[in-house]
């Protein structure tokens, strides 16, 4: 298939310039090098967060309802698969008409799915559906094998140009959310991600026939666990010797020193599946490009809160749409960064070598 057309990104200057200051209500806690430039435009957080009665209450249960019973918009999606360098391939899926009805210039928000995840999954079909009704180009980026995306390479690499980014429930500190992953219910959490990833690694298993190294395929195929998956694929794809030296090495909370542009945090203090102790809360303060947002309760990507609540869409949709409009309208009036069509081909190739 032929390579999509890629559209110069511009650089985005978010002013500092003292802007009407809103306080969060106290039932959020909101922290961040950038919490005078970013928190005026998020104007939900005035609100109180009122987790939804008996299904709010309990994290469990939020990460479940969530789910399995939250409604799931019927939106018809075009597929594009785009081969890597690495021989790869990935599959973005697309709102089926856009590309005829938006206008050429309109805003790309990539959508990035959790651990198997995909287009089909609620939470990202609530916000694909809100961001175009915004006037958004969406894109959802699955994962090699996830939402029934083909996987041909055993490895894949990243490189992409953003203006901003927005982070759900991120599991910051792996060493820690392992260490949790196996206590208590989150044992059946752990079971049933293991269980995904080893039907979507038997679906591709003839590509790991005959691999070196210290590949454990036996043990990666019928892992009962993530970090015995881990242990068996993962950690030896890339490089590394055990799997706590990939944990130790891997997590994301050594990354947010060197965040260089806008970047919104939303976790919820209850998650069982990213711990809130694992939150790097005084880099977070420390960096002026980034925002947390930490609600009281929520689950994983549950947030069973708000006017939409129980089977609509996340507390969280209405908050990132505002970041991500706050974040465009300052990019309107920023110069573009990239200007002849070396510097395009060079955000295309990144494309190709992205990596979730």
Known sequence: MPAPQIRPITSVHVS???????????????????????????????????????????????????AFFRSLPDIKLKRECIRTKDDGSVALDWISGDHQLLPPDSPVLILMPGLTG????????HMLLRARSKGWRVVVFNSRGCGDSPVTTPQESHSCPLSGAVSLCNPFNLVIADQDFRKGFNIVYDKALASALC???????????????????????????????????TRVSFGFKSVDD????????????????????????????????GIPCEDIKANPNCL?????????????????????????????????????????????????????????????????
């Open 246 to 277: 990939y944990y130790s090495n891997s997590s994301s909370s050594d990354s947010i020193k060197h965040v260089r542009i806008p970047l919104l945090c939303i976790q919820a203090q209850n998650d069982p599946i990213a711990p809130s102790r």
């Open 16 to 66: 500092t310039k003292a802007m009407p200051y809103n306080h969060p209500h106290p039932s959020l806690e909101v922290t961040g090098g950038a919490l005078h430039t970013f928190l005026p435009a998020l104007k939900t957080l005035s609100r109180p967060y009122g987790p939804f009665p008996v299904i709010g209450w309990n994290c469990h249960v939020e990460t479940i309802f969530a």
């Open 118 to 125: 995909g287009s089909e999954d609620s939470y990202v079909r």
């Open 292 to 356: 947390l947002i930490l609600t009281p309760k929520g689950g994983h990507l549950g947030w069973v809160a708000g006017p939409e609540a129980p089977f609509g869409s996340p507390w969280t949709d209405p908050v990132v749409m505002d970041f991500l409009e706050h974040l465009e309208r300052a990019s309107s009036n920023a110069f573009p960064c990239f200007s002849d069509l070396k510097d395009v081909q060079q955000i295309s190739e990144g494309l190709n070598s992205l990596e979730v």
């Open 199 to 233: 039907r979507i690694f038997k679906k591709h298993a003839l590509l790991f026939e005959d691999m070196g190294g210290e590949f454990n395929i036996p043990l990666a195929a019928n892992a009962k666990s993530v970090r015995q998956f881990d242990d068996g694929l």
